[in-house]
T-cell receptor
Framework: DVKVTQSSRYLVKRTGEKVFLECVQD?????MFWYRQDPGLGLRLIYF???????EKGDIPEGYSVSREKKERFSLILESASTNQTSMYLC??????????????????FGPGTRLTVL | GIQVEQSPPDLILQEGANSTLRCNFS?????LQWFHQNPWGQLINLFY?????KQNGRLSATTVATERYSLLYISSSQTTDSGVYFC????????????WGAGTKLIIKP
């Protein structure tokens, strides 16, 4: 089974703090994603990475950065947390291509989520 | 871009009832995923179903790609089926980024 884990289920931080959210997957997936989910706004993509050290902006990258130093690990960084970054953060992973993985290669699998509160 | 619409937005049922959730999409797609988000926020993969019918226990899904819709069937509902059900399809310009429906919130009463 695919397993995607996130470093914390719940996190409380203060405005201005630097926050690290970490995601680890054990399926050798090339793609990794960070989403945030807010009531009424659904899931919105923040950043994704298709390879080590590679990243692309999603729909709402402002105020966030990411790091992918190892294939299995993708970190989301809030350089200076603000109250409007209070949200549920979800990490996901998938294969990048269908090489040997069959037709469902781009199926995304999610971690348990991190509920971040910024006070 | 592709639009994804889910219906109904909310559904309240008694335990044991059957339900059908619908996902319409505005353009042809090469895959579609159904997810269940439980009350604790975890998104659980239900089906990867670009076309045809799949079954997994009390759940089944059918995608009719030519008519641009997918249906998720839940039979003999249990309280643990409560949560939000999402469908998602890939973006045209990026096969591995998803466009999400707004979800169907399902409440199963004991």
């Amino acid at each position: 089974d695919v397993k995607v884990t996130q470093s914390s289920r719940y996190l409380v931080k203060r405005t201005g703090e630097k926050v690290f959210l970490e995601c680890v997957q054990d399926m050798d997936h090339e793609n990794m994603f960070w989403y945030r989910q807010d009531p009424g706004l659904g899931l919105r993509l923040i950043y994704f990475s298709y390879d080590v050290k590679m990243k692309e902006k999603g729909d709402i990258p402002e105020g966030y950065s990411v790091s992918r130093e190892k294939k299995e690990r993708f970190s989301l960084i809030l350089e200076s947390a603000s109250t409007n970054q209070t949200s549920m953060y979800l990490c996901a992973s998938s294969f990048h291509s269908d090489r040997g993985h069959g037709s469902s290669y781009n199926e995304q699998f999610f971690g348990p989520g991190t509920r971040l509160t910024v006070l | 871009g592709i639009q994804v619409e889910q219906s109904p937005p909310d559904l309240i049922l008694q335990e044991g009832a059957n339900s059908t959730l619908r996902c319409n999409f505005s353009d042809s797609v090469n895959n579609l995923q159904w997810f269940h988000q439980n009350p604790w926020g975890q998104l659980i993969n239900l089906f990867y179903i670009p076309s045809g019918t799949k079954q997994n226990g009390r759940l089944s899904a059918t995608t009719v790609a030519t008519e641009r819709y997918s249906l998720l069937y839940i039979s003999s509902s249990q309280t643990t089926d409560s949560g939000v059900y999402f469908c998602a399809v890939p973006r045209r310009d990026s096969n591995y980024q998803l466009i999400w429906g707004a979800g169907t919130k399902l409440i199963i009463k004991p």
